[in-house]
């Protein structure tokens, strides 16, 4: 199957002054059609990075200093703005993390949604409100014509993002990048919109890529999982092969952090002691080497993504030998 | 809300809720009628002027009487009449400054704000230039150079009111830039004059409101200062500023009270009373209020 988006040696890094503070560096993923991609890992080690370089939505400071993004075999670094708009709206569309700022508060659902419609689709004003009623009631809003009337500060913050996605809808992308896409929302709502999503995405025939650092999420609705760590893919596998036998130490450490109902209720939680390192570009070898649990001397060297399994990537050495068992 | 309501009833509930709003300010609303009643008074000024505002009589600096209402000027013009016409001018002068300046301050102040770069510098550094210039001397050396009269002191006034008008507008557009809606409209592949002028400018415009009331209330009192010094409105036009201009004398000062002290007051209470609207406005505007 052709690969709708491909990412090749992305390496992206924050230019302040002379210094130059890599954030992400050479990843390489590819999305097909109809696939849930999903990129897991702790907050500031690239995620939101990533997926804002596919839009070209990056801060002035940030610079792509290698590495091609191809929509459909086209790379979008080399496009002009206009071509990258033809491609904005009507192939990809953006799910962003903070709900609460991502509506206009002085413009009501109604016209936000049309305008675009209006636009994109050539729809006159009266096909564009009907277009816009019927992607409202998709995304499981009742009294859609209500709904278009009012302005983003009268609903809720579920409410909030599921207008989001009809917005992301509204022009029918080939794939949604959602980042983080339920950050905001209570536990309840997350699950209803995650399954909402992956409904959506079924009923369109898209293509997902799922940024979230809730690897529980993951397990539920993603087709392959990569998982990241201070600006690297550590680990990549379709969703069975990676729950079912994580090479990486630190994957491991993610998944059994998950929470679940038939833990010892005596026993803490587990955690993965530390945090990202500040500046990791800095770091040579391995990234999680001072956190990992299993750190020998030989972690200190470079580490490559080798593949163990058929489409199964792994980012350790230790892991690539077999000398890493967990129970 | 219930389910019935439909579009115009929403659209109206905002309003109200906006009106609900300013009415909690009573001196707003008191300046409110004031400024109404002037208004209406300068526009029909016309048909409610007892004389001609030029008319010369024979009755040299009256007091006031039946006659003559707020007395006569030292040739004979009907104060009363003259200052009617005067209110008529100045607030046109400073309505259209304002107009002028907004416009001006608005467009720039988007631009720089949202394109950033080498054009937000150019814009910024005109700003800031004319900013840094004493203001009523800017005024002077403009009147000088071109002729003192009522359409250039309009131009004048709104070409060098703009300044405040455009960092405003650029302030808020480098917050508004980073906001998801906007980024949003970016990955929508939306084109550059609706996300300024139908996403971004919809958000300015309650500051921007805010700040034209003050505009409008300089430019009142600059169109008087002008006047005043003779740069201004010429006369035999009459403006509130130059009005004043014919008190100059100290004997006037002391002895013709009628002459300035009503063309004096009018000035104070307009500019007090604008500014109270635009500080009710600030307060009823903001969308996200609650009541």
């Known amino acids: ?327 | 809300m219930n389910q019935n309501t439909d579009a115009s009833d929403n659209k109206n509930s905002n309003i109200k809720m906006i009106i609900k709003r300013f009415r909690k300010h009573k001196l707003a609303v008191v300046s409110l009628y004031f400024l109404v009643i002037i208004s209406i008074l300068a526009i029909l000024a016309p048909l409610i002027a007892p004389y001609d505002p030029d008319e010369v009589s024979m009755a040299f600096s009256r007091p006031p009487s039946k006659e003559h209402w707020l007395g006569t000027d030292q040739i004979g013009r009907d104060m009363f009449s003259r200052l009617l016409y005067a209110t008529r001018v100045s607030l046109f002068v400073g309505f259209a400054a304002t107009i002028i300046s907004s416009i001006i301050g608005v467009i720039l102040g988007l631009i720089a704000g949202y394109f950033g770069g080498i054009v937000d510098i150019i814009i910024m550094r005109i700003t800031d230039t004319i900013m840094s210039f004493p203001y009523i001397l800017l005024v002077l050396v403009a009147a000088a150079i071109f002729e003192p009269g009522l359409w250039n002191i309009i131009i004048i006034l709104g070409l060098v009111d703009w300044p405040g008008a455009a960092r405003l507008v650029r302030g808020n557009v480098l917050s508004l830039r980073e906001t998801n809606f906007i980024k949003g409209d970016v990955v929508a592949g939306m084109p550059n004059r609706y996300i300024l002028f139908s996403e971004i400018l919809p958000n300015t415009i309650g500051p921007v409101l805010v700040y034209a009331t003050s505009v409008f209330a300089i430019s009142i009192l600059d169109e008087a200062a002008l006047s005043f010094l003779g740069m201004g409105v010429q006369p035999p036009t009459a403006s509130l500023g130059n009005i004043l201009n014919g008190a100059e004398s100290i004997t006037i000062l002391t002895g013709k009270f009628w002459l300035w002290i009503p063309a004096g007051v009018l000035i104070i209470l307009l500019v007090v009373s604008i500014n109270f609207v635009g500080d009710a406005l600030r307060d009823a505007i903001d969308p996200s209020a609650k009541e």
């Open chain 1, 1 to 327: 199957m052709k690969p709708l988006l491909q990412v090749e040696d992305l390496t992206i890094a924050f230019v302040d002054e002379n210094k130059q503070k890599v954030v992400v560096e050479n990843i390489n993923f590819s999305v097909g059609p109809g696939e849930i991609l999903s990129i897991v890992g702790e907050s500031g080690c690239g995620k939101s990075v990533t997926a804002l370089s596919i839009l070209g939505l990056l801060k002035p400071n940030a610079r792509i200093i290698k590495g091609k993004i191809l929509y459909q075999g086209n790379n979008l670094l080399d496009m002009s703005e206009k071509e990258l708009d033809r491609i904005r709206g009507n192939e990809v569309a953006m799910i962003f993390q903070d709900v609460m700022n991502s509506l206009n508060p002085v413009l009501t659902i109604g016209k936000q949604l049309t305008e675009s419609i209006g636009i994109h689709l050539g729809y006159d004003k009266k096909e564009a409100n009907e277009y816009a009623i019927e992607i409202i009631k998709k995304v499981g809003l009742s009294d859609p014509r209500s709904i278009m009337r009012k302005y983003p500060h009268m609903l809720s913050g579920g409410m909030q993002q599921r207008v989001m996605i009809a917005m992301a809808l509204s022009c029918n992308p080939k794939l949604i990048i959602a980042d983080e896409p339920t950050t905001a929302l209570d536990v309840t709502i997350q699950l209803q919109i995650m399954k909402l999503l992956v409904d959506l995405q079924k009923e369109f025939q898209m293509s997902i890529i799922l940024i979230t650092h809730d690897i529980g999420v993951v397990a539920e609705l993603a087709d392959r999982v990569t998982i990241m760590y201070a600006g690297q893919f550590m680990e990549e596998a379709s969703v069975y092969q990676l729950f079912d036998k994580p090479y990486h130490p630190y994957t491991n450490a993610l998944l059994k952090s998950i929470p679940s109902i038939y833990d010892d209720k005596n026993r803490k939680l587990a955690s993965i002691p530390g945090t990202v390192p500040e500046d990791y570009s800095a770091i040579k070898g391995c990234k999680f080497a001072d956190r990992c649990p299993y750190k020998v001397p030989l972690c200190e060297e470079i580490q490559v993504l080798s593949e163990m399994e058929s489409d199964h990537f792994v980012r350790c050495h230790r892991a690539e030998k077999g000398e890493l068992v967990y129970e």
